[in-house]
């Protein structure tokens, strides 16, 4: 299986910055596309940024300009670098994998929709 721990959540002020990150662990052989999702307080989990295994990233029109998401595929890792906080940024960032190639049992599988537990990030005015 794959398991997911992110790091690098906290307090921060508006216009402030943070950085996420995520490592993926397990007898992993790849990884195809990471991202970040985030669920503010009384709404649904939204994309935030994704970023493909050659690096191809996609954003939500919120954040573009303002965060950028990268992966070292040698460390099965992907970051978040959040810059211009604004308070509507807060929420619970999820880290999240699609499809992943694993060894377990003698055998390589592929499994799918891997998700962190979860890191709070929360901007104040």
């Known amino acids: 299986q794959v398991q997911l721990v992110e790091s690098g959540g906290g307090l921060v002020q508006a216009g402030g910055s943070l950085g996420l990150s995520c490592a993926a662990s397990g007898s992993i052989r790849s990884i195809n596309t990471m991202g970040w999702y985030r669920q503010a307080p009384g709404k649904r989990r939204e994309l935030v940024a994704a970023i493909t295994s050659e690096r191809s990233a996609n954003y939500a029109d919120s954040v573009k300009d303002r965060f950028t998401i990268s992966r070292d595929n040698a460390k099965n890792t992907v970051y978040l670098q959040m810059n211009s906080l604004k308070p509507e940024d807060t929420g619970v960032y999820y880290c999240?994998?699609?499809?992943?190639?694993?060894?377990?049992?003698?055998?390589?599988?592929?499994?799918?929709?891997?998700w962190g537990q979860g890191t709070q990030v929360t901007v104040s005015s």
């Open positions: 999240h994998v699609d499809s992943a190639l694993y060894w377990s049992s003698d055998l390589f599988r592929r499994g799918y929709d891997f």
